[in-house]
């Protein structure tokens, strides 16, 4: 070990052994809840335990209740973790490490420290004992560095990743070892809680840590934990109780009350506990660190771009095995409102800069919603988050060779639908993948007007999700499709906005069955992931299928609003992305008559009429309020959207902005394919809104258009800045 790296630890170690110290007190005192000051992610962990185990958190102390289910589970994730031997003419290495994927191996850079060891090592599967005592039958592969090699410092993320090479020995499949998928979603784990580990200590036969191992302290790359580990352990896979990874192990030291010698292969590092009296005084024996999997999950996203192709294909592979399983229709919406650390309700109502989730502690609380006459189960305790929630998915056990072969295709833009897939599908709209030939949208598309995205979302860069491959003139996080553009919330997985251009002079209708110009428009909802975005950033099929009950797949961008010149038709196909998709209530469409036909209208009344220029820029996006929006597992429903549209008409530039609200229909069910009663009224409020009204609302900046707001002195100034929109003239164009 170097010496720098030795220095790293006994910084770490020191830096937080009050944080550890307080942790261990809490647990010991039955106060473990409050160990871990993140209340966002405390309440996505929680919400995750509880609706995965059905087991309600431990009244006192740390909660050693778990579904029988932890057992087998274990089981099955146990497989994926070898024992790493490298023999050289100088030394002799044994470590542990884990699949990561069908094709990736993992493990520490100190136990494989290049692709000429990795060359070296064999990797021994099942290197355990059975129920008899007895040794079980051993599988041994070979690494393949030349198909993919990735390697983080010591003193960075310590991780060797690389790819299975062949068999050499044994009979044990792919499918049979298994893998532990990586993530970095936020609701794997909080301090105070127990930890699991899978390792080969000293060169022994699998042994597996588990409980009375406490999460302790975390820091930004780092978690660090109380259990036992040895030589041999670096490289170990660390489990919170669903058996999901959530860090890597490499070190491990003893503090001052071990009475055994330091462990220098996992990390010896003496007197590396600053609090090491505290340490004794609670009996702990060994302080351990290991590499969160989400630093290392977000370090490999971004070595993809300068990847060859065969290494990028089998890590993004990897990366997408994380993937949401369909939820169980007849899911029932909850209602999650924020509060302040002190339990009074936050002030905000919707989230603004600086007062949104983003920015703010939030704490739970229930509320039960009645839906269709139903009442539903009190909402699962979680607060409104400002990271994305995922829900826990199943360890795979797919298809796959018998013997290390190519990696799975990374995931297509545009693949070929089985009939009956995606609810009964039968007509489908081809998607051109060379996403390089789209115009996107342009700010300078109406005369006199420039309007630039990355300006527009400059207050809200922080939560923009990052693509994996961007134009080069391009905003920050901008996906160009055929005559609009949209840009993604990263903590949210919708859109946060969308900008669209409109030629007038050329708009034409696409027929939805054939995706050619026509004019009357027919359904055929097959939707699309863009391979530019990493598809843990959009809420996919899997929710809206689950979720059919209430929800349909909504465009931000209307499928009519791009379609014009000479790729109309792609203009179409482009608008059925998941990137534009939004949940809408399944009757949220039937009354928008002013919202729905506002573009028809400018153009007829506002343009046409005058004889002007024909372009027109449609800008809109959900609304998101933490207080009033209502959650579907781990999707917070925009309980509205705004519009604005923007042309250049008889008295110069004009801009309209307008806000729909869906929230008065979610109490209504739709049971299987029929529809309402005719005398069931539909109730969306459409209003008139000012453009600072919506820059208060969504946190963007949208100042260039302010000199223009048609809604000027109109509305009240006091009070409620929205006016209800019950006829066209409602509408002011001038």
Same mark, same amino acid.
């Given at each position: 070990?170097?010496?720098?790296?030795?220095?790293?630890?006994?910084?770490?170690?020191?830096?937080?052994?009050?944080?550890?110290?307080?942790?261990?007190?809490?647990?010991?005192?039955?106060?473990w809840?409050?160990?871990?000051?993140?209340?966002?992610?405390?309440?996505?962990?929680?919400?995750?335990?509880?609706?995965?185990?059905? %087991?309600?958190?431990?009244?006192?102390?740390?909660?050693?209740?778990?579904?029988?289910? /932890?057992l087998?589970?274990?089981?099955?994730?146990?497989r994926?973790?070898?024992?790493?031997?490298?023999?050289?003419?100088?030394?002799?290495?044994?470590?542990?490490?884990?699949?990561?994927?069908?094709?990736?191996?993992?493990?520490?850079?100190?136990?494989v420290?290049?692709?000429?060891?990795?060359?070296?090592?064999?990797?021994?599967?099942?290197?355990?004992?059975?129920?008899r005592?007895?040794?079980?039958?051993?599988?041994?592969?070979?690494?393949?560095?030349?198909?993919c090699?990735? /390697?983080s410092?010591?003193?960075?993320? *310590?991780?060797?990743?690389?790819?299975?090479?062949?068999?050499?020995?044994?009979?044990?499949?792919?499918?049979?070892?298994?893998?532990c998928?990586?993530?970095?979603?936020?609701?794997?784990?909080?301090?105070?809680?127990?930890?699991?580990?899978?390792?080969?200590?000293?060169?022994?036969?699998?042994?597996?840590?588990?409980?009375?191992?406490?999460?302790?302290?975390?820091? *930004?790359?780092?978690?660090?934990?109380?259990?036992?580990?040895?030589?041999g352990?670096?490289g170990?896979p660390?489990?919170?109780?669903?058996?999901?990874?959530?860090?890597?192990?490499?070190?491990?030291?003893?503090?001052?009350?071990?009475?055994?010698?330091?462990?220098?292969?996992?990390?010896?590092?003496?007197?590396?506990?600053?609090?090491?009296?505290?340490?004794?005084?609670?009996?702990?024996?060994?302080?351990n660190?290991?590499i969160?999997?989400?630093s290392?999950?977000?370090?490999?996203?971004?070595?993809?771009?300068?990847?060859d192709?065969?290494?990028?294909?089998?890590?993004?592979?990897?990366?997408?095995?994380?993937?949401?399983?369909?939820?169980?229709?007849?899911?029932?919406?909850?209602?999650?409102?924020?509060?302040?650390?002190?339990?009074?309700?936050?002030v905000?109502?919707?989230?603004?800069?600086?007062?949104?989730?983003d920015?703010?502690?939030?704490?739970?609380?229930?509320?039960?919603?009645?839906?269709?006459?139903?009442?539903?189960?009190?909402?699962?305790p979680?607060a409104?988050?400002?990271?994305?929630?995922?829900?826990?998915?199943?360890?795979?056990?797919?298809?796959?060779?018998?013997?290390?072969g190519?990696?799975?295709?990374?995931?297509?833009?545009?693949?070929?639908?089985k009939?009956?897939?995606?609810?009964?599908?039968?007509?489908?709209?081809?998607?051109?993948?060379?996403?390089?030939?789209?115009?996107?949208f342009?700010?300078?598309?109406?005369?006199?007007?420039?309007?630039?995205?990355?300006?527009?979302?400059?207050?809200?860069?922080?939560?923009?999700?990052?693509?994996q491959?961007?134009a080069?003139?391009?905003?920050?996080?901008?996906?160009?499709?055929?005559?609009?553009?949209?840009?993604?919330?990263k903590?949210?997985?919708?859109?946060?906005?969308?900008?669209?251009?409109?030629?007038?002079?050329?708009?034409?209708?696409i027929?939805?069955?054939?995706?050619?110009?026509?004019?009357?428009?027919?359904?055929?909802?097959?939707?699309?992931?863009?391979?530019?975005?990493?598809?843990?950033?959009?809420?996919?099929?899997?929710?809206?299928?689950g979720?059919?009950?209430?929800?349909d797949?909504?465009?931000?961008?209307?499928?009519?609003?791009?379609?014009?010149?000479?790729?109309?038709?792609?203009?179409?196909?482009?608008?059925?992305?998941?990137?534009?998709?939004?949940?809408?209530?399944?009757?949220?469409?039937?009354?928008?008559?002013?919202?729905?036909?506002?573009?028809?209208?400018?153009?007829?009344?506002?343009?046409?009429?005058?004889?002007?220029?024909?372009?027109?820029?449609?800008?809109?996006?959900?609304?998101?309020?933490?207080?009033?929006? %209502?959650?579907?597992?781990?999707v917070?429903?925009?309980?509205?959207?705004?519009?604005?549209?923007?042309?250049?008409?008889?008295?110069?530039l004009?801009?309209?902005?307008m806000?729909?609200?869906?929230?008065?229909?979610?109490?209504?069910?739709?049971?299987?394919?029929?529809?309402?009663?005719?005398?069931?009224?539909?109730?969306?409020?459409?209003?008139?809104?000012?453009?600072?009204?919506?820059?208060?609302?969504?946190?963007?900046?949208?100042?260039?258009?302010?000199?223009?707001?048609?809604?000027?002195?109109?509305?009240?100034?006091?009070?409620?800045?929205?006016?209800?929109?019950?006829?066209?003239?409602?509408?002011?164009?001038?």
């Amino acid at each position: 070990m170097r010496p720098g790296t030795i220095n790293d630890i006994l910084r770490r170690f020191a830096a937080t052994g009050s944080e550890r110290r307080h942790t261990r007190t809490l647990v010991a005192s039955g106060d473990w809840r409050r160990a871990d000051d993140d209340t966002t992610r405390c309440a996505a962990f929680d919400a995750r335990v509880k609706r995965e185990s059905g %087991l309600a958190e431990a009244v006192r102390g740390t909660n050693d209740f778990q579904p029988a289910a /932890f057992l087998p589970e274990g089981a099955a994730a146990r497989r994926a973790v070898a024992r790493v031997v490298l023999q050289t003419p100088t030394a002799s290495i044994s470590g542990t490490g884990f699949l990561i994927s069908p094709t990736l191996f993992i493990t520490n850079q100190h136990v494989v420290a290049d692709a000429h060891a990795a060359g070296l090592a064999t990797l021994v599967f099942d290197d355990e004992l059975d129920e008899r005592g007895l040794p079980r039958p051993r599988t041994i592969f070979r690494l393949a560095p030349g198909r993919c090699a990735l /390697f983080s410092d010591e003193q960075d993320l *310590d991780y060797a990743l690389v790819a299975l090479g062949e068999r050499v020995q044994g009979d044990a499949t792919l499918v049979e070892l298994g893998y532990c998928p990586i993530s970095f979603t936020p609701d794997r784990h909080r301090k105070g809680m127990s930890v699991n580990i899978i390792q080969h200590p000293e060169g022994m036969p699998k042994t597996i840590a588990i409980r009375n191992n406490l999460l302790t302290a975390r820091t *930004d790359t780092r978690l660090l934990y109380e259990t036992d580990t040895d030589f041999g352990s670096s490289g170990a896979p660390v489990y919170n109780d669903q058996w999901d990874v959530i860090a890597l192990h490499h070190y491990g030291a003893p503090s001052a009350s071990a009475q055994r010698a330091p462990a220098a292969g996992d990390a010896q590092v003496p007197n590396a506990n600053a609090d090491a009296d505290a340490d004794a005084d609670l009996g702990v024996a060994q302080v351990n660190e290991g590499i969160r999997i989400s630093s290392i999950y977000q370090d490999l996203q971004s070595r993809l771009p300068g990847l060859d192709a065969a290494a990028a294909a089998l890590v993004r592979d990897a990366l997408d095995r994380w993937v949401d399983p369909s939820p169980a229709a007849g899911r029932q919406l909850e209602h999650r409102a924020p509060t302040t650390a002190s339990g009074e309700a936050r002030v905000a109502a919707s989230e603004t800069p600086g007062a949104g989730p983003d920015s703010a502690l939030a704490l739970p609380l229930s509320v039960t919603v009645t839906l269709g006459g139903t009442a539903m189960a009190s909402a699962t305790p979680a607060a409104a988050s400002a990271v994305a929630l995922m829900p826990a998915f199943p360890r795979a056990t797919e298809t796959a060779p018998a013997q290390a072969g190519p990696a799975s295709a990374p995931r297509p833009a545009a693949r070929t639908l089985k009939h009956g897939e995606y609810g009964g599908l039968r007509e489908r709209i081809g998607i051109d993948t060379d996403y390089g030939n789209r115009n996107g949208f342009s700010g300078r598309f109406i005369p006199g007007l420039k309007l630039d995205l990355g300006k527009i979302a400059a207050p809200r860069k922080s939560i923009l999700a990052p693509l994996q491959e961007s134009a080069a003139d391009g905003a920050p996080g901008e996906l160009r499709y055929q005559n609009f553009s949209v840009l993604v919330h990263k903590t949210r997985r919708l859109a946060l906005f969308t900008a669209t251009n409109i030629d007038g002079a050329s708009w034409l209708a696409i027929d939805r069955k054939t995706g050619q110009p026509a004019t009357v428009p027919t359904e055929g909802d097959a939707w699309y992931d863009d391979p530019r975005i990493h598809p843990s950033y959009t809420v996919g099929q899997a929710f809206y299928s689950g979720w059919s009950h209430l929800f349909d797949r909504g465009h931000l961008t209307r499928r009519e609003d791009p379609t014009w010149g000479k790729f109309a038709a792609r203009a179409n196909a482009d608008t059925f992305h998941f990137t534009n998709c939004t949940p809408q209530h399944w009757q949220f469409n039937e009354s928008l008559e002013y919202w729905q036909g506002i573009e028809r209208y400018v153009l007829e009344k506002g343009i046409f009429d005058s004889g002007r220029d024909k372009p027109v820029t449609v800008l809109q996006g959900p609304v998101f309020d933490d207080i009033n929006d %209502l959650w579907a597992d781990d999707v917070q429903v925009p309980s509205a959207f705004w519009k604005i549209v923007v042309w250049k008409g008889a008295g110069g530039l004009k801009a309209v902005a307008m806000i729909a609200d869906q929230s008065a229909l979610f109490s209504r069910q739709r049971h299987g394919s029929a529809p309402a009663p005719k005398d069931t009224p539909v109730d969306v409020l459409q209003w008139r809104a000012s453009i600072p009204t919506i820059e208060s609302r969504t946190g963007l900046d949208l100042g260039p258009l302010r000199a223009y707001d048609t809604a000027g002195a109109d509305l009240p100034v006091v009070g409620e800045v929205l006016m209800p929109i019950t006829r066209w003239e409602d509408i002011p164009l001038e």
